[in-house]
């Protein structure tokens, strides 16, 4: 059985993005495996959001987590600020990080474009928080998507330094991990990039949206003037909606847009409006669930609670361990 770990920030709705990378491979691992998925309201707090925005964001993800089927007896379902263990792992970690190499992240570097306003050090030691999430319980399999593979590496580069430091074989070294071939990128809408929270207005859809959202979106993707000879290659707009179709759409419908698109018949149009119809025949179930859970208080504090038990005892078990293993002693 593998020890499985992973989180989504509460930065705003989950989207295709968001399920396809990481909360799909969630749900089929709760099964077979001890899985702990939290919200990372800790990580939230490199873009500053007001008190307000952040509990509600974090009980909008709890709510989304639930709708797609994540099932709180099976997994652990928590919310990393629950379990303040993970910050002091945060803080041992950060002694053996480097200034060099957290500069270099790719992340960090487009967070730094993002917003130049606010470069804090949280940005900067996103990876060795990331990093103490995953070895707080001595994770063996994290499952997310393509975009955080490289902090993946990081984090197996901050665990071995650990065990080498201190002479120990003390924490495994996670694996990222997707049911798939590979890792997964869903792409965005606005013909470059990843879908993200926040890589714009209308590059995402959302698990939560409603029809006519969806639908506006979809139509005001970015697309080109068409294919002009037989076959011709995909620049990336149109590479990304069949992507996007493949996902939400039957193989034949992928086939049928495909054929047109080698014979130079394709609409764009038309591949769209059928885009959007599956995209809102895939979401309709989850916003239903979303809506009827939102309702749920009492529900929703029962599992946050249950799981803050469960990730805390997991936590704190690490923590006393990697203090002796430190040299930090009762008198
Ligand atoms: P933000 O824009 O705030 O960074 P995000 O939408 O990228 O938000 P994260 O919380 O950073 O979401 O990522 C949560 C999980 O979803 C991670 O495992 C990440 O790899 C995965 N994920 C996010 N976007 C995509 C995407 N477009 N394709 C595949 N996986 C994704
Ligand atoms: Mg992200």
Redesign the pocket.
């Known amino acids: 059985m593998e020890i499985v770990v992973?989180?989504?920030?509460?930065?705003?709705n989950?989207?295709?993005?968001?399920?396809?990378?990481?909360?799909k491979n969630f749900i089929s691992m709760q099964n077979e495996h001890d899985c702990y998925f939290f919200i990372?309201d800790y990580?939230?707090l490199t873009?500053h959001p007001t008190p307000q925005d952040l509990h509600g964001n974090v009980k909008q993800v709890l709510v989304e987590y639930l709708a797609a089927g994540l099932d709180p007896e099976k997994a652990t379902l928590y919310i990393q600020s629950d379990v303040p263990e993970t910050a002091e792992l945060y803080l041992f970690l950060n002694m053996n990080a480097y200034i060099g190499e957290l500069e270099r992240c790719t992340?960090f570097k487009d967070k730094i474009r993002q917003q130049p306003q606010n470069v804090n050090a949280g940005l900067l030691t996103y990876p060795t928080l990331m990093a103490a999430d995953i070895i707080i319980h001595k994770a063996t399999k994290?499952?997310?998507?393509?975009?955080?593979e490289q902090h993946l590496e990081m984090t197996r580069q901050f665990a071995n330094r650990f065990n080498r430091l201190y002479n120990v074989d003390y924490f495994p070294e996670p694996q990222a991990y997707n049911f798939g071939k590979s890792?997964?990128?869903?792409?965005?809408l606005l013909g470059s990039g990843?879908?993200?929270?926040?890589?714009g207005e209308g590059n995402?859809i959302f698990l939560a949206d409603e029809p006519a959202a969806i639908r506006k979106k979809v139509m005001r993707a970015v697309t080109d003037s068409g294919p002009t000879t037989p076959n011709q290659e995909k620049p990336e707009p149109i590479q990304n909606l069949f992507q996007l179709m493949s996902v939400v759409s039957s193989k034949d419908t992928v086939d049928h847009f495909n054929d047109l698109y080698n014979n130079c018949q394709i609409r764009y149009g038309d591949m769209k409006k059928q885009l959007a119809e599956d995209m809102i025949h895939f979401t309709t179930p989850f916003r239903e669930r979303i809506k009827e859970l939102l309702n749920d208080e009492a529900y929703i504090s029962k599992v946050a609670r249950m799981g803050k038990e469960k990730a805390r005892a997991s936590a704190a078990k690490t923590i006393k361990e990697v203090r002796e293993i430190i040299g930090f002693k009762s008198f």
């Open positions: 992973s989180g989504i920030r509460p930065t705003g989950l989207h295709l993005g968001n399920y396809f990378g990481a909360l990372a990580h939230s873009t992340s994290v499952p997310v998507g393509k975009d955080q890792l997964v990128r869903i792409p965005g990843k879908m993200g929270k926040s890589e995402a």
